[in-house]
């Protein structure tokens, strides 16, 4: 118990010097260094929208639009930001995380996870509703399904591949570029200390 307390001390130090020296960064390195998460947020939307599409097409699904279109929008963004926030900008900032490579591996991850393939697995259910509730497609018996959806999706994910490699290889990048201003914003001198 005893020792909990200068732990808690000791994060609370390291947080508060780490946020003094970021705040010591140019405005636009900060704003990538405290908002990058959004930037995958914003890719996983988009790849959101383009599976939609394509599933849509598959299906031949004409209607309901935007109900379809909104949430496979805003879901994959919410789940990639917090995610990439949760899994890379936190631990970041707060130095629980100090190894480049384990920050681009991270971030990686987290950008072909929930960046590329979550979004794709998240327009089969939405679609496939749509597809069922409007009859636009003949869908499966009970007996077919697994091998019905790996049939219908397999051109998907192909066409998907290119969208997903990016979105990977965006969030690597963005992990090793936070990493770097982290590490430029820990060698700043403090601010209103004069250097000899």
């Given at each position: 118990m005893e020792n909990s307390e200068?732990?808690?001390i000791k994060e609370n130090l390291t947080l508060s010097i780490i946020t003094r020296k970021i705040n010591q960064l140019p405005e636009v390195e900060k704003n990538l260094l405290e908002n990058g998460s959004a930037y995958i947020g914003l890719n996983a939307a988009l790849c959101g929208l383009i599976a939609n599409s394509l599933f849509r097409r598959v299906l031949n699904v004409t209607q309901a639009?935007?109900?379809a279109g909104l949430p496979m929008a805003v879901m994959p963004f919410l789940t990639a930001e917090l995610s990439y926030k949760s899994f890379?900008?936190?631990p970041?900032?707060?130095?629980?995380?100090?190894?480049e490579t384990c920050t681009v591996?991270?971030?990686g991850l987290v950008g072909l996870v929930f960046?590329?393939?979550?979004?794709?697995i998240l327009a089969i259910p939405v679609?496939?509703?749509?597809a069922a509730r409007y009859n636009s497609a003949l869908l499966p018996e009970k007996g077919n399904i697994l091998t019905y959806w790996i049939r219908i999706s397999k051109p998907v994910f192909?066409?998907?591949?290119?969208?997903?490699l990016l979105q990977t290889v965006f969030a690597a990048y963005l992990g090793s570029r936070q990493y770097k201003l982290l590490i430029k914003a820990l060698q700043l001198p403090e601010s209103g200390l004069e250097t000899p």
């Open positions: 200068p732990d808690t639009r935007i109900a890379v900008s936190l970041l900032s707060t130095g629980n995380l100090s190894c591996t991270r971030g960046g590329g393939l979550y979004p794709i679609n496939g509703g749509l192909r066409k998907m591949l290119f969208p997903i």
